[in-house]
């Protein structure tokens, strides 16, 4: 998501922008401003990698599961014009999604493969990647652009079958829309996402939801593979990844919701799935996590809930 205005003055979606102290006891390094996306390494586990949204430099940050900084890389051939979330392949790869379009009028769409780096040296030294696969794409189903032709937004990217998932965040309604990607072919000029499946968000709202209940912002595969986690302001939806040879859609088999309270996450906007349940943060670098995502309830699990560790 977009800077709204000097983090200072003014009110971001659930308060004043700038950062808060965490209610957990657990943030993240201030040098990663406005976290909007977290994946665990799959070399080098309990290593996270996360980056900022638009407006916050094309950084890369490796941190470790208490939000201390480890290492920090500049992407030195791309520009982070709206940077939304990151996946991993089994290959070694992180996948970095430019995929933030809130006014629905981008014509630059693209996910970004950058070889995982090895975290090493000081913290305070800065290293450099480099992009090695650029996949510029748009959606099928978007003839015309900005707001008043749909919403075509997206801010969960999700590795997934050997290949790339987009959710949209939907302004108009409380749905998501799946897309896959066709082919991971950099040759392309562009390429057409497949729309796979729609899911609808507003039966699960509270009765009275607040406005931007249901918008998704991140989403994440579970180590063993058997379930996945899509997260929203209000809430995280688990489901079970069908086999990735058959005719069912990854957002067939809803096993679970963990409501969240905005009052106390705040504007949550990343998630990672990790050995230990959900990880996840806000855009003011608080920390927070699930230890059981299948049977979990509420965040905060109650009203007088200790801080995280």
């Not at 999604?97 to 090895?118: C, F, H, M, Q, Y």
Request: proline residues 6%; contains cysteine.
């Amino acid at each position: 998501m977009r800077a709204l205005l000097c983090p200072c003055l003014a009110l971001g979606l659930f308060g004043a922008a700038c950062a808060k102290p965490s209610p957990t006891g657990v943030a993240i390094d201030r040098k990663v401003r406005e976290p909007s996306g977290l994946v665990e390494s799959a070399a080098h586990p309990g290593v996270y990698w996360t980056h900022g949204d638009s407006g916050n430099g094309n950084w890369l940050f490796a941190i470790d599961a208490d939000g201390q900084l480890l290492a920090r890389y500049r992407v030195s051939n791309a520009e982070n014009i709206d940077w939304e979330d990151i996946s991993r392949d089994e290959s070694g790869n992180l996948w970095l999604g430019d995929i933030g379009n809130n006014s629905s009028e981008r014509r630059d769409l693209a996910v970004l493969r950058i070889p995982e780096p090895a975290p090493a040296g000081e913290p305070g030294e800065v290293g450099k990647v480099l992009v090695d696969r650029e996949l510029s794409f748009r959606y099928p189903d978007q003839q015309s652009y900005g707001r008043t032709h749909g919403d075509f937004d997206a801010e969960s990217l999700l590795w997934w079958a050997d290949t790339l998932w987009v959710l949209s965040k939907d302004r108009l309604d409380h749905a998501t829309r799946l897309y896959r990607f066709p082919s991971l072919d950099a040759s392309e000029d562009e390429l057409v996402l497949e729309l796979v499946d729609d899911f609808d968000l507003g039966p699960y709202l509270d009765e009275e939801p607040s406005e931007f209940a249901g918008r998704t912002t991140a989403a994440d595969l579970a180590p063993d593979g058997a379930h996945w986690a899509l997260l929203s302001y209000d809430a995280v939806y688990v489901f079970a990844t069908p086999a990735p040879d058959s005719a069912a859609s990854l957002l067939d088999e809803l096993v679970n919701r963990v409501a969240l309270d905005p009052s106390y996450v705040g504007q949550i906007e990343a998630l990672a799935w990790d050995a230990r349940g959900l990880l996840m943060c806000n855009e003011d670098r608080a920390v927070f996590r699930v230890e059981d995502p299948l049977t979990a309830t509420r965040v905060p699990a109650s009203s007088d809930a200790a801080p995280a560790q």
